[in-house]
């Protein structure tokens, strides 16, 4: 069977449905998982074309919640055409693309529909997308969520491009009330900016080639102070609620308190906090460098131990790249160097090839990489899971394969990050969308198959 072929159905020795991994047939009606069988071999048989994966593991597609395409507007930078086909490449079926940085930013109702345009006809899997807050737009928002948002994202600090300004505790105010009782959820970027005395009478070097200069900038007390604020926030409005790319352990006893307190809050961390470390950033190295910063080891460990525990709900790309030029390589300064890491394509493996040494199993895979980002998208109904009526949707994949990091296998458009070289486990053979195969042992689609999915937030889903 080659890329671009509609599947009817697929056959594995390891399906993973529910909890479970068994033989199993799963077949496929009009782009929905229609019925999961037990696979009685040869004597089991559906019309159609019939996809024998023999050992490989099928489970649902990634979810992948936080990625920043950048078109229209930044195309030197990524581009739907790219990013969806390193998407597919990688057993991500739906993206959520952020409102930055793209120019323009998604921050109204007409910027909306030319973001749209711009992504019409050119996507390998299915794309949803995030609007932004900033000063002054809050009239935007009610008829971006009526026209089809996932939901909102802000920034309580610099966001890094001049068109996406970040928020003061009065906007925040003003965007809440207006998003309260539409079923929407708000996004924050979460470090504020505050008073550092000591930073730079500690006798520390200050070389901007250095990492730990770099770090020091960004310490663990400003997403711990942003944090407070946003559960503040979410208790005061009952408003949803979400912390993106949480990179700090010492925020985790806040967000513990306040849901207890009934706090809708969400959290998310990324593939790379849970993967490098600052211990091993070498100087000079910008492709390490994204905001908020990759902290110590001991740091990581709380994280996986908070992920395992449920206190973070799931694990994303925050796939943030740039032409190379911008990480500024040549001189390794890390002050001046663009923040973000590109990583859309390697999500599972990465996230496997450790947390398999941590005892997670595969239906923890599912509910990080799956179920969890889909329910915050409202998308819960038709992705993130291998149930009849939903989406057809599926990876195939081998989590024993080891494969090394290569510039040649990379997909996204510029080639740079920190993972070149790294061996994983878990290699993907390919990706179906809604019943077409979008990816497969190497070769895509000749078409884009994607769809634009614009999010009804009065339809009822899974909380949280």
Request: glycine content about 8%.
């Amino acid at each position: 069977m080659e890329a671009g072929s509609t599947v009817s159905a697929v056959r594995s020795q390891r399906v993973l449905t529910g909890e479970d991994i068994r033989p199993a047939l799963l077949t496929i009606k009009e782009g929905k998982i229609h019925k999961v069988l037990p696979d009685l071999g040869a004597a089991l048989h559906t019309a159609g074309e019939v996809l024998d994966v023999g050992n490989s593991l099928v489970m649902p597609g990634i979810v992948d919640c936080h990625v920043h395409v950048n078109e229209p507007g930044r195309t030197s930078w990524e581009g739907y055409w790219t990013a969806t086909r390193a998407a597919a490449a990688g057993g991500v079926t739906t993206i959520v693309d952020m409102p930055l940085n793209s120019i323009p930013p998604t921050t109204s109702l007409e910027n909306f529909q030319e973001k749209l345009q711009s992504a019409s006809g050119r996507c390998f899997v299915d794309t949803a997308f995030w609007g932004g807050v900033i000063p002054g737009n809050q009239l935007e928002l009610r008829p971006m969520v009526q026209a089809g948002v996932a939901g909102f994202k802000c920034f309580l600090i610099h966001s890094g491009v001049d068109e996406f300004p970040h928020v003061r505790d009065s906007d925040l105010h003003t965007a809440m009330r207006q998003l309260q009782g539409s079923g929407s959820v708000l996004l924050f970027h979460a470090e504020k900016e505050i008073q550092q005395p000591l930073l730079y009478s500690l006798p520390f070097s200050s070389d901007p080639c250095e990492y730990s200069t770099f770090l020091r900038s960004r310490p663990d007390v400003m997403e711990l102070e942003a944090i407070r604020t946003v559960t503040e926030l979410c208790l005061q409005y009952q408003v949803r609620c979400h912390i993106v790319h949480l990179s700090s352990a010492q925020s985790l006893e806040l967000i513990r308190t306040a849901r207890k307190a009934g706090a809708p809050l969400t959290v998310e961390t990324t593939h790379h906090y849970l993967t490098l470390s600052a211990e091993d950033i070498p100087s000079g190295a910008t492709q390490f460098k994204c905001c908020p910063p990759i902290r110590s080891i001991a740091n990581q460990e709380q994280l996986w131990s908070a992920l395992s525990a449920g206190d973070i709900d799931m694990v994303v790309s925050d796939h943030s790249p740039c032409t190379p030029n911008l990480k500024h390589l040549d001189s390794g300064d890390f002050t001046q160097a663009w923040g973000g890491i590109s990583s859309l394509q390697f999500g599972l493996p990465l996230f496997w090839t450790s947390a398999c040494k941590r005892g997670f199993s595969f239906p923890d895979v599912v509910r990080v990489l799956c179920k969890k980002p889909a329910q915050l998208c409202r998308l819960d109904n038709q992705k993130g899971s291998l149930l009849p009526g939903h989406d057809a949707d599926l990876v195939i994949w081998d989590p024993e394969r080891e494969f090394v990091v290569k510039e040649e296998n990379i997909h996204h458009k510029n080639k740079l990050t920190p993972y070149l070289g790294v061996t994983l486990h878990g290699e993907v053979k390919g990706t179906i969308v809604r019943g077409k195969l979008v990816y497969f042992n190497g070769s895509f689609s000749p078409q884009p198959l994607g769809e634009q999915l614009l999010i009804n937030h009065n339809v009822a889903q899974t909380a949280l």
